[in-house]
Antibody
Framework: EVQLVESGGGLVQPGGSLRLSCVAS????????MNWVRQAPGKGLEWVSY????????YYADSVKGRFTISRDNAKNSLYLQMNSLRNEDTAVYFC?????????????WGQGTMVTVFS | QSLLTQPPSASGTPGQRVTMSCSGS????????VYWYQQRPGAAPKLLIY???QRPSGVPDRFSGSKSGTSASLAVSGLRSEDEADYYC???????????FGGGTKLTVL
């Protein structure tokens, strides 16, 4: 089955760190660029970060730049998001999403999400 | 405050046609494709429209997208109860070098 499964969410205090993982199955992970998108409780979607197929280049939203790092391990079919210096406003469900070139880079496959709660 | 503006709500009765708008600027919608995603309660988003007006395989032709200048719209015809969801527009922003989403429109089927 073609799917993405996130993990690693949890409770963390402000200033703390957390590492999210996203494991892909059912498709050739190394052939796709990937994204992280988050959704605060009761709010809309916010793009967080993007990484190209090889992992050699990445982009970040201004809200997380310098604090979050996206990476991937194509041998393990895995995508990661290292989150440091966490703030209350980082509380959200974090989704990983596949970038589909044949759909002009639309996000065509999404995981179920993992919840990150930053509390003091 | 999102760079893409969507009305917070829309509604219609079964069988009706409903349209939702998405307004941006020259650095995003004006120069790039628009995408639409549907998100039902408690679920992950689902791709509905890519390249402003194309449907991925499996998406019913009741859903259609269009773009003109710095605005885009999503139309849902033959409204059904299962269409009740949040709808988000998205596009690349050249100034930010990143993706931007609209705030979302909650569609209610009366």
């Amino acid at each position: 089955e073609v799917q993405l499964v996130e993990s690693g969410g949890g409770l963390v205090q402000p200033g703390g760190s957390l590492r999210l993982s996203c494991v892909a199955s059912g498709f050739t992970f190394s052939s796709y660029s990937m994204n992280w998108v988050r959704q605060a409780p009761g709010k809309g979607l916010e793009w967080v970060s993007y990484i190209i197929k090889s992992g050699s280049n990445s982009y970040y939203a201004d809200s997380v730049k310098g604090r979050f790092t996206i990476s991937r391990d194509n041998a393990k079919n895995s995508l990661y998001l290292q989150m440091n210096s966490l703030r209350n406003e980082d509380t959200a469900v974090y989704f990983c999403a596949r970038d589909q070139e044949k759909y002009t880079n639309a996000f065509d496959l999404w995981g179920q999400g993992t919840m990150v709660t930053v509390f003091s | 405050q999102s760079l893409l503006t969507q009305p917070p709500s829309a509604s219609g009765t079964p069988g009706q046609r409903v349209t939702m708008s998405c307004s941006g600027s020259s650095s995003n919608i004006g120069n790039n494709y628009v995408y639409w995603y549907q998100q039902r309660p408690g679920a992950a988003p689902k791709l509905l429209i890519y390249r402003s007006n194309q449907r991925p395989s499996g998406v019913p032709d009741r859903f259609s997208g269009s773009k003109s200048g710095t605005s885009a719209s999503l139309a849902v015809s033959g409204l059904r109860s299962e269409d009740e969801a949040d709808y988000y527009c998205a596009t690349w922003d050249d100034s930010l070098s990143g993706w931007v989403f609209g705030g979302g429109t909650k569609l209610t089927v009366l």
